[in-house]
């Protein structure tokens, strides 16, 4: 049971690059979030899905899309990097209460 | 708006006990919990508490919730070195896909 997964671990970027950060998850969770962990911050959600077909923006959308085509899989996407986007990006999964499950994370420096 | 406030650093002996503070601003937070988060890796759920409960206990972990106060705390039994980590406070409410609010987190130093 692998749980969350995210790809890459790593990635540089340069300033007006784009990428996806992907994220798949195996428990069958409805529940699905993106969150960016700034030091000292805590972590910020910036979108979130009830369940496949449904997104919906957080806390910090901005300069990021997602889409949920499977209950599986919930990628997001960075158009036009910018340096505030550097950052640690983590993925979870839950079934609603009792929290989530979270992946690894995905360390994205944009230079 | 919704908050979650926990002190930055704790540092703490051994053996000794350790107590983890947070308070929260959204008297409508149905459930909170405590996330453990290792260098470089993850957030790990540790445990959660229902708005209508006072107490859990969790083999060395005891949570204590005073609604009045809007305080959680999170206390750790005979503190191990394996127990220094980033400590999350969270809460979140059972409507709008269970968005959880995360504090700052609190950094734990264990001496040996």
């Known amino acids: 049971n692998a749980g969350v997964t995210q790809t890459p671990k790593f990635r540089i970027l340069k300033i007006g690059q784009s990428m996806t950060l992907q994220c798949t998850q195996d428990m069958n969770h409805n529940y699905m979030y993106w969150y960016r962990q700034d030091p000292g911050m805590g972590l910020k959600l910036i979108y979130y899905?009830?369940?496949?077909?449904?997104?919906d923006k957080g806390e910090v959308p901005n300069g990021y899309n997602v889409s949920r085509s499977t209950t599986e899989d919930f990628p997001l996407r960075l158009e036009l990097a910018a340096p505030s986007q550097t950052s640690v990006y983590f993925c979870?999964?839950?079934?609603?209460?009792?929290?989530?499950?979270f992946g690894s994370g995905t360390r994205l420096t944009v230079v | 708006g919704e908050d979650v406030e926990q002190s930055l650093f704790l540092s703490v002996r051994e053996g000794d006990s350790s107590v983890i503070n947070c308070t929260y601003t959204?008297?409508?937070?149905?459930?909170l919990y405590w996330y453990k988060q290792e260098p470089g890796a993850g957030l790990q759920l540790l445990t959660y508490i229902f708005s209508n409960m006072d107490m859990k206990q969790d083999q060395r972990l005891t949570v204590l919730l005073n609604k009045k106060d809007k305080h959680l705390s999170l206390r750790i039994a005979d503190t191990q070195t394996g127990d220094s980590a980033i400590y999350f406070c969270?809460?979140?409410?059972?409507?709008?896909?269970?968005?959880?609010?995360f504090g700052a987190g609190t950094r734990l130093f264990v001496k040996a």
């Open positions: 899905s009830v369940g496949a077909g449904i997104t």
């Open positions: 959204d008297s409508s937070s149905t459930y």
């Open positions: 969270a809460e979140s409410k059972n409507t709008g896909g269970f968005k959880t609010i």
């Open positions: 979870a999964s839950g079934r609603g209460e009792g929290g989530y499950t």
